[in-house]
Nanobody
Framework: VQLQASGGGLVQAGGSLRLSCAAS????????IGWFRQAPGKEREGVSYISMRGASTYYSDSVKGRFTLSTDKVKNTVYLQMNSLKHEDTAVYYCAASDRTFYGSDYEEPQRYEYWGQGTLVTVSS
């Protein structure tokens, strides 16, 4: 079971990036998928989440209206489209997966996820 996050880079404020989270060894559609980010000196925070089979999605207040999740079942990949990027979006972004049943706000908790990608760095210049 592996997750491969990619798509990070350097972008100016107001620009866009699309992150990818490709899975191998399992079918993403049967897992809860979360995107987290961690800025230097800060705790890892939840950014966005999609439940098994895409039944529900969640966006943190800080990215709502700017970030959008999508899935490609054929490619077994989840995407995070990030628009109107701000300097404060600068962080290492991680995707994570869990086949456990989530309750309440479990999706916000990094410890609820068993599988993690390696992270991809997003740098937004102001």
């Amino acid at each position: 079971v592996q997750l491969q996050a990619s798509g990070g880079g350097l972008v100016q404020a107001g620009g866009s990036l699309r992150l990818s989270c490709a899975a191998s060894g399992f079918t993403l559609d049967y897992y809860n998928i979360g995107w987290f980010r961690q800025a230097p000196g800060k705790e890892r925070e939840g950014v966005s989440y999609i439940s098994m089979r895409g039944a529900s999605t969640y966006y943190s207040d800080s990215v709502k209206g700017r970030f959008t999740l999508s899935t490609d079942k054929v490619k077994n990949t989840v995407y995070l489209q990030m628009n109107s990027l701000k300097h404060e979006d600068t962080a290492v972004y991680y995707c994570a997966a869990s086949d456990r049943t989530f309750y309440g706000s479990d999706y916000e908790e990094p410890q609820r996820y068993e599988y993690w990608g390696q992270g991809t760095l997003v740098t937004v210049s102001s």
